[in-house]
């Protein structure tokens, strides 16, 4: 199956400082990959679409600025929080459709990553 | 836009048991419906999905109706165990290559031993 994995899986990081996390899709080519937001014991909300060699799309309300993401090459995608505060922390998930071979609709998620800001 | 609703948000079935988790969208130019389970502090995992060119798939215990004229899908699994605890969620897409999801709520699923 496709496996996508995120780096660190847990980060806890001071007020102010920025933090970036790694979304990569091991054995196949992801030309889109999603990144989402989930709080405790809600549904997964997203923040942005991010396109290989193009700018990312954000969602209504998210901050571009705050939340950097790059999409350098076909099998990652970074995120970084900017200037991280308390209210950041939550549990960020990372998803990629799988291009290579035949286009799939599936998409697969990534293990996420737990920040806490602190 | 798409709105996706689930329920419902808690179901606790017996071992054995069977689980229905209920979904509806809203677009009617959707035609991707996954699901996915959740456990605690992980990502979620694709655990069936259908187009909406059919009516209903399925892969061992679970299985998946659609109904396009309702707009409504549903997630059926039988003999429940307790590994089958967890959260699920339903979605809808437009179903291209690349299409973003839109997500239901959630249901917390425990199967009792």
């Known amino acids: 199956g496709a496996v996508v994995s995120q780096h660190p899986s847990r980060v806890i990081c001071k007020s102010g400082t920025s933090v970036k996390i790694e979304c990569r899709s091991l054995?196949?080519?992801?030309?889109?990959m999603f990144w989402y937001r989930q709080f405790p014991k809600k549904s997964l909300m997203l923040m942005a679409t991010?396109?290989?060699?193009?700018?990312?799309?954000?969602e209504q309300g998210v901050e571009k600025d705050k939340f950097l993401i790059n999409h350098a090459s076909l099998t990652l995608s970074t995120l970084t929080v900017t200037s991280a505060h308390p209210e950041d922390s939550s549990f960020y998930i990372c998803?990629?459709?799988?291009?290579?071979?035949?286009?799939?609709?599936?998409?697969?998620f990534g293990p996420g990553t737990r920040l806490t800001v602190t | 836009g798409e709105n996706v609703e689930q329920h419902p948000s808690t179901l606790s079935v017996q071992e054995g048991d069977s689980a229905v988790i209920k979904c509806t969208y809203s677009?009617?130019?959707?035609?991707?419906f996954p699901w996915y389970k959740q456990e605690l502090g992980k990502g979620p995992q694709l655990i069936i999905d259908?187009?909406?060119?059919?009516g209903e798939k399925k892969d061992q215990r679970i299985a998946v109706t659609l109904n396009k004229t309702a707009k409504h899908f549903s997630l059926h699994i039988t003999e429940t165990q307790p590994e089958d605890s967890a959260v699920y969620f339903c979605?809808?897409?437009?179903?291209?290559?690349?299409?973003?999801?839109?997500f239901g709520a959630g249901t917390i699923l425990r199967v009792k031993s």
């Open positions: 054995d196949f080519q992801a030309t889109t």
């Open positions: 259908i187009r909406s060119n059919v």
């Open positions: 998803s990629a459709y799988r291009t290579s071979g035949a286009p799939s609709y599936e998409q697969y």
């Open positions: 677009d009617s130019a959707s035609n991707y």
């Open positions: 979605a809808a897409s437009l179903g291209r290559y690349g299409n973003k999801l839109v």
């Open positions: 991010s396109n290989e060699g193009s700018k990312a799309t954000y």
